[in-house]
Structures are given as C-alpha cells and as structure tokens.
C-alpha cells in the first residue's frame, strides 16, 4: 500500500511550464516535456512530473530558484496528505514492527534489526554517526562557504544556499572549474 501510495501520488503531479520558465535545463528534458504536453493537447507548452531523472534534471539545471523550490517542496511533501498519504501506513508500519521485536524479546525493531550485524545495537550506531558527523563537519562547512562564495559571485549579490540551491551550484561549480 505504500509502494502503490508513492507511485499514484508522483503519477498525479503535473508542472505546466511555457518557455520562459526553462532557463538553463537540457534539451532532452525539455524536449520531453514538450512532448508530454503536445500528447495532452496543449502544443507549445512543457509538462513536467516528479519522475525521478526529472526531478533530478531540473534541481541540478533550472535557472530558476522558484520553480527549483517549487520542485523541491512538492518532491519532498509527497505522500503526507491527501488521498495517498502514507502518514498511517508508516504508523502502521511502526507499530507493526515494534510488535514483532517485542514478541522477539527485543525492546524495538532497531535493537531487534541490528542483533545480526557489526553494529550489534542503536548505540552503537548512533557511536559511529556521532563520529561520522565530527569527521565530516568541518569539511561540509568548507564546502557550504566556498559554494556560498561562488554562488553570490556568480549572481552579483549575497545566495543563501537553500536545499533546492545545492545541486544546481555544486554543478555551476564544478562546471568552472
């Protein structure tokens, strides 16, 4: 139900675009788009979905940071209202999992799920995000300033990197250098 939930709501999303809105995505996906629109009779304007090589196409290339946020919200708010919302099938799916630990002697389905592995327990994993997150900190800092910097130079005025932002100026980035 929850498979089936995702694949009907990413079905429903339909992005109408005109040329104007389609600065700087490749020609593929424009392509695509105008031929997804032409099939519904609307010639000379561009579908777009929440497919995922489309998603990802147009947070990476757009122009655009609206229609990038626009994008991003819609992609990421998914399944959380609605129709299809998958809010209590999760709940269910919790439940339901910490049902079959307790009845496995587990206290949850997370110390349940990592009897068997090299973690061994939540703890334990929590130990090594921990350590992750301290390894990786002062480099993710770098990298936001040093995209921060190339991106308000780039637009001539001071970007805040939001999360629709990342893809698009990580690839102007390397695309520079």
Do not use: C
């Not at 996906?29 to 998603?55: N, S």
């Not at 079959?100 to 068997?116: E, V, W, Y």
């Amino acid at each position: 139900k929850f498979g089936q939930n995702v694949m009907k709501e990413l079905a429903t999303y339909e992005i109408w675009l005109t040329a104007d809105d389609l600065a700087g995505l490749p020609k593929g996906i424009v392509d695509e788009a105008a031929q997804m629109a032409e099939a519904k009779g609307r010639k000379g304007e561009f579908l777009f979905t929440l497919a995922q090589p489309t998603y990802t196409a147009f947070i990476k290339y757009s122009e655009r940071p609206d229609l990038r946020e626009k994008f991003y919200r819609l992609y990421t708010g998914r399944n959380t209202k609605g129709e299809f919302s998958n809010v209590e099938n999760m709940k269910r799916i919790a439940e339901l999992r910490l049902s079959i630990a307790k009845l496995l002697g587990a206290k949850s389905h997370a110390d349940h799920s990592l009897q068997r592995t090299m973690a061994e327990n939540p703890a334990n994993v929590y130990k090594l995000l921990d350590q992750l997150r301290e390894a990786y900190k002062p480099a993710l800092e770098r990298e936001i300033a040093e995209l921060t910097e190339f991106a308000s130079e780039t637009e001539g005025k001071p970007v805040t990197i939001r999360p629709w932002d990342y893809s698009y100026y990580s690839n102007k980035l390397k695309n520079a250098r």
